[in-house]
């Protein structure tokens, strides 16, 4: 199993420490490093940034949004990224949700969100394989554009720039059954939001037709800490906020999948309480329980026992989110 950071997106401004928690990650020997974006900073600046700082770890989207550009335009970022790099880059995308999507990017989230995915992918790999000009009659993303409202004039075109690689790794960050079931056949990756290695058998029907090199990604919070509550703490402010807050009460993907991981009473019960506006409740309403089967916190024998399930199971990449190097070098013992 494979070490990752993932340093997720940034808060009010930049954090100055990413870069050298990237470098130590790479003296550690992580095999990659992952930005992401929500609705503020961007996922491929700080990466770029990041790769000019570092020589070897690759460089990941760990969630770059569909919905913030168009799959040309995201396939021009990865190319050029994967160039200055030295073909470094892995390309992690997923739909974010319909709050997002509709109030911040101010377009329609997909009624086929399947089709829309799949769509957005074919154009990465034609872009990426230049084989010939970019060419789709799709239902999302038609290349050259075939809409009523449009000129009537676009030329299909290939990138003038020559990719490094045709087979530039892409990851989907997909949530629900069948979406996961399709990752598997049109992407090299899957990258979970929750993973519970306690509860593998919940994903056990979308990933059977994955092939043998697929990887799969998740997310954990990590932290070599004494008191495992405490360690918890931060889990649990994410889960009440992604839960809670990340989507309407009768459409949220990460409620759902939480609901679908045994813990539906629990789920609906925060996303009233944040909804409410009681934020702080919503947080002590997340079970200990839940939060702790998806990381990896507490004293270094703790994760070293509850490291061994994660490694046990289909995980090929554990993309760790940890707030001090002493916590990135105890994974790096363990897992060597």
Not at 222 to 230: I, S, T, Y
Not at 296 to 318: F, H, N
Request: charged share 25%; hydrophobic share 40%; aromatic share 8%.
């Amino acid at each position: 199993m494979r070490l990752g950071l993932a340093l997720g997106y940034w808060g009010r401004g930049p954090r100055p420490r990413d870069v050298e928690l990237a470098q130590e990650a790479e003296r550690l020997g992580y095999d990659s490093v992952w930005t992401a974006e929500a609705w503020g900073s961007d996922a491929f600046t700080p990466l770029t940034w990041i790769a000019a700082h570092t020589s070897r770890i690759k460089l990941g989207t760990g969630i770059a949004q569909m919905a913030a550009r168009s799959p040309t335009a995201t396939a021009m970022h990865a190319l050029t990224l994967d160039h200055l790099s030295g073909g470094r880059m892995l390309l992690g995308l997923g739909l974010s949700g319909p709050q997002v999507v509709e109030g911040w990017y101010g377009r329609p989230f997909p009624k086929s969100p399947l089709t829309a995915t799949r769509e957005y992918v074919d154009v990465l790999r034609q872009v990426f394989r230049r084989e010939g000009p970019v060419e789709l009659a799709g239902r999302f993303h038609s290349h050259p554009y075939a809409g009523e409202d449009g000129t009537g004039l676009g030329k299909a075109l290939k990138p003038i720039t020559h990719p490094l690689r045709a087979d530039l790794p892409i990851l989907l960050g997909a949530e629900g059954p069948k979406n996961i079931a399709q990752t598997t056949r049109i992407a090299d990756g899957w990258m979970p939001l929750y993973w519970s290695p306690m509860r593998t058998d919940v994903y056990e029907l979308s990933l059977a037709e994955a092939p043998k090199d697929f990887m799969v990604a998740p997310l954990v919070r990590a932290q070599v800490c004494d008191d495992v509550a405490e360690g918890l703490l931060p889990v649990k402010a994410m889960l009440g906020f992604y839960i809670g807050g990340m989507g309407a009460q009768a459409k949220n993907f990460h409620a759902d999948l939480m609901a679908r991981m045994g813990y539906e009473e629990e789920a609906r019960h925060i996303q009233r309480l944040f909804l409410d506006g009681r934020r702080e409740e919503a947080v002590l309403a997340v079970p200990d329980a839940f939060a702790d089967e998806i990381s990896l916190v507490g004293p270094r024998e703790r994760i070293a026992e509850r490291l061994e399930l994660w490694r046990s199971g289909p995980v090929t990449d554990l993309l760790v989110t940890a707030p001090d190097p002493d916590t990135l070098r105890v994974l790096a013992e363990l897992n060597s």
